[in-house]
C-alpha cells in the first residue's frame, strides 16, 4: 500500500462524506483523488488560454474552414431540412416580458399550428432591435437558398478567392475597421495594393519583387515594414491587392457616412 498522502482532509471528514470509503485504504485513496483534484485547479489557475482545447478544438477548426467548404456545410444543412419546414413563414417581432423587451423569433408552419415562439434574443438599445429583427425575418430557408444561387451563379473562383483573402486580413491579421481607421488613414491601403499589381504584372516584376524579399527590403514605394511584403505568385499578389482595395473602399465609406 502506498504511503498516506499528507492532505489536510481529516478522518472526521472523510468519515462524514464518504462513510463508505472510512477505512485505512479507503481513506489513503480519497486523499490521493482529492489531492489529484486539487493540482489539476492549481494548474488550471496558471495555465494559459485555453485552458480547455477540448472545448477550443472546434471552434478551431471551424475558424480554418474556407470559405468554399463553409458553403458547402451550408448547402448540406439545408438540404437536410424537411420540405415542410421551406413552407414556413419566418418573422421577428419586440414583445414587453417582465419590463425587458425581447426580439421573439416566430415560424407559422401553415398548418394550423399557429404561431410558434422558437427563440427569445433581449432586444438590447431601440436602435438594434431593428437590426435585429430585419435580419431574422429575412433568414429562413429559403432566402438563403436564394442568396447561395445567386453568389453561385454570379461569382467565380477569383471573387471568393478575395472575400477569402479579405476575410482572412480580418481574422488572422486582425485588420479590423478601428484599426484601418485610426492606423491606415492616409491612403496606405491603396498604395499598398498598387504595389503589389505592379509587381504582378511581369515575370521581370515577380522576380524583381523576390529578390527584395530576399534580401529583407520591400520596395520604395511599399508604405509598410518590410516583413508586411510578402510577395507571391502573380495570381496571389493580385488577389492580395484587391482585397486591400475592398478595405480601402470600405475606410471611405465610413469616412463619408461620419
Sequence with gaps: MDAPINHPLSDETIAEYWPDMDTPE?????RRQFNALMEQVRLTATRGFPRWPEVMAPVVAEKARTLPDRLNGLKA????????????QWSADAKQSFGEKYVRVVGDSGYGMGRQYIAAIPAGPKTYFGTVAEYIAAANP?????????YESLSSDAVRDVVAERRRQLDA???????DDVEYSTGEMAQAASVYASYASSD?????????RDAGRAPATWPWAVSWWKPATARRMLVKAAALIIAEIERLDRKAAK
Design 77 to 88: 444543412a439545408l438540404a437536410g431540412l424537411p420540405e415542410h419546414w421551406r413552407q414556413w
Design 173 to 179: 491579421e486582425g485588420m479590423t475597421a478601428a484599426h
Design 142 to 150: 429559403d432566402t438563403i437558398t436564394m442568396l447561395l444561387s445567386a
Design 204 to 212: 521581370g516584376k515577380l522576380r524583381a519583387a523576390q529578390r527584395f
Design 26 to 30: 479507503g481513506r489513503v485513496d480519497i
